[in-house]
């Protein structure tokens, strides 16, 4: 039985990084608000996803906000050399905890300020405009003003690369007139296919394509079924939506999150899942797909 070959890495900012990282957005407390129950399990998180070879973090100042990066940085700084973090701007946390758009020039720039204080770092790896059209998705909607200041934030030296998340494919052309796009993150599983199209063109441009909600969206039979296939190969459900990502193109990069190390050691043997041409066929008929040539 025949096994695709998997890519096990890919270039981001022109840095090598392992495609299985990690995405630290339930550090902070419920809904994403406030500090977590247990500060000192979350630091042992981090350090155990460093020590698992993890060489990419996904992060933001508006988890908490300000909390999530100050556990980065009380974990892990100074960070190791092979690290490459990546942080989102676009949004400031109410006081209920709603999520606010913030994306003036100025509202940026205090945002790429507040990350690189509560990082303590003096240049951000890769910043992702989070565009807030809707919240739920992306919408059309032109980003020069936000792509404009983000780069003169770039030219200024605070930020050495950009990203764009939530964004459709009209914006990330947009985007990519005004300045290099190295990422682009949107929701995307087995299940949520629209970017299908994207992730292909995104592929052969070198820029990584970046998923959230490995498991988001599916209905319970969905869910059983994708059980039952992951019991039949020895492994999770997320090991397998996560492996079927691995497989589905090799510019994906993975940022599964979790504020249990047991659940991070789990999630970090999915790059090692080797799917076969038979069970890749059975997860895309769990996604209602027809088997990718």
């Known amino acids: 039985m025949s096994q695709p070959i998997v890519q096990t890495s890919f270039t981001l900012a022109g840095r090598t990084v392992r495609r299985l990282g990690y995405g630290a957005m339930q550090l902070s407390g419920p809904g994403v608000f406030g500090p977590p129950s247990d500060r000192q399990a979350a630091v042992s998180v981090l350090r155990e996803a460093i020590a698992a070879g993890v060489e990419h973090i996904d992060t933001s100042d508006f988890y908490g906000p300000h909390v999530t990066n100050?556990?980065?940085?009380?974990?892990?700084?100074?960070?190791?050399?092979s690290l490459v973090i990546v942080t989102k701007i676009g949004a400031v946390r109410g006081h209920d905890g709603a999520w606010l758009p913030a994306q003036e020039?100025?509202?940026?720039?205090?945002?790429?300020?507040?990350?690189?204080?509560?990082?303590?770092?003096?240049?951000?790896?890769?910043?992702?405009?989070?565009?807030?059209?809707?919240?739920?998705?992306?919408?059309?909607?032109s980003i020069e003003r936000q792509m404009?200041?983000?780069?003169?934030?770039?030219?200024?030296?605070?930020?050495?690369?950009?990203?764009?998340?939530?964004?459709?494919?009209?914006?990330?052309?947009?985007?990519?007139?005004?300045?290099?796009?190295?990422?682009?993150?949107?929701?995307?599983?087995?299940?949520?296919?629209?970017?299908?199209?994207?992730?292909?063109?995104?592929?052969g441009q070198g820029i990584a394509y970046v998923p959230y909600f490995p498991l988001g969206g599916f209905s319970r039979i969905q869910s059983e079924a994708l059980s039952a296939i992951a019991a039949k190969?020895?492994?999770?459900?997320?090991?397998?939506?996560?492996?079927?990502?691995?497989?589905?193109?090799?510019?994906?990069l993975l940022i599964p999150g979790t504020s249990s190390v047991e659940h991070l050691r789990e999630n970090m043997r999915a790059d090692a899942l080797r799917l076969s041409e038979e069970t890749l066929a059975e997860l895309e008929s769990v996604g209602g797909s027809e088997p990718r040539s």
């Not at 009380?74 to 050399?81: G, I, K, V």
């Not at 720039?109 to 739920?136: C, G, P």
């Not at 990203?163 to 459709?168: D, E, K, L, R």
């Open 70 to 81: 100050q556990i980065i940085r009380e974990a892990l700084h100074p960070y190791p050399q």
């Open 105 to 141: 020039p100025e509202d940026l720039r205090r945002a790429v300020e507040d990350n690189l204080r509560n990082l303590k770092l003096d240049v951000l790896d890769i910043v992702n405009l989070r565009l807030m059209f809707d919240t739920h998705g992306p919408a059309e909607g």
């Open 148 to 203: 404009t200041a983000l780069a003169q934030l770039q030219r200024d030296g605070l930020v050495r690369h950009i990203g764009i998340s939530n964004a459709t494919a009209t914006q990330i052309d947009e985007a990519q007139r005004i300045a290099p796009i190295v990422c682009v993150q949107n929701h995307y599983n087995l299940l949520h296919r629209q970017d299908d199209a994207l992730i292909d063109r995104l592929a």
């Open 233 to 252: 190969i020895g492994a999770t459900p997320m090991q397998t939506a996560l492996a079927w990502l691995m497989h589905r193109s090799p510019n994906i």
